[in-house]
């Protein structure tokens, strides 16, 4: 797996805050991600259920959403180990202060918001008309966990037993739901 660190570009930190480049929403969940602390290792591990790959992370790296800013160390025992932020942010142009260790909850609201826009759109239709203002109008994680059960009987009602329960175990990942 890869050992890099990655942090947003000029052009990531924009594409998150305005959507000018129009960038897919899957690649754009992965680029919310990325952070300049984590390693690509561990992002992968967190974002693999969502269907993302190393190859996702090679897209972004290639269309400049993000920079490689450190390689990760392995100490003697094979444990990974980070190097020191300040390290990461002196090797970086385009260090973020403000990136959160981890998927923080604007980050999750983000992914929430999105992959309920997105499957409600492609597994229910316009049937998930009503789903879908509810969505628009949830203002915290929690909106979107009292959303679970209706989405998963709409998908249930409209793709059937497997995908509805593909869905929400996709839908629990992202809530934290064990």
């Not at 094979?78 to 020191?84: D, K, L, N, R």
């Not at 409600?120 to 969505?135: N, P, T």
């Amino acid at each position: 797996m890869n050992a890099s660190i990655y942090d947003k570009t000029e052009k990531g930190r924009e594409e998150i805050t305005t959507r000018k480049h129009q960038l897919a929403s899957r690649l754009r969940t992965l680029l919310v991600m990325i952070d300049g602390k984590q390693s690509a290792a561990d992002i992968m591990k967190k974002v693999s259920a969502l269907g993302l790959t190393e190859q996702n992370l090679q897209e972004l790296l290639e269309q400049e959403f993000i920079v490689e800013i450190a390689q990760q160390a392995e100490s003697a025992n094979g444990a990974s180990e980070s190097p020191p932020h300040a390290t990461a942010a002196a090797t970086s142009p385009v260090a973020d202060s403000s990136a959160a260790p981890a998927m923080t909850d604007a980050e999750r609201f983000q992914a929430l918001y999105n992959f309920y826009n997105e499957t409600i759109k492609s597994a229910i239709g316009l049937r998930g008309y009503g789903l879908q203002l509810k969505v628009e109008r949830a203002a915290n994680i929690d909106d979107f966990r009292t959303l679970r059960q209706a989405y998963v009987e709409a998908v249930q009602k409209a793709k059937g037993p497997e995908m509805a329960r593909s869905l929400s175990d996709r839908l629990d990942l992202l809530l934290g739901k064990p």
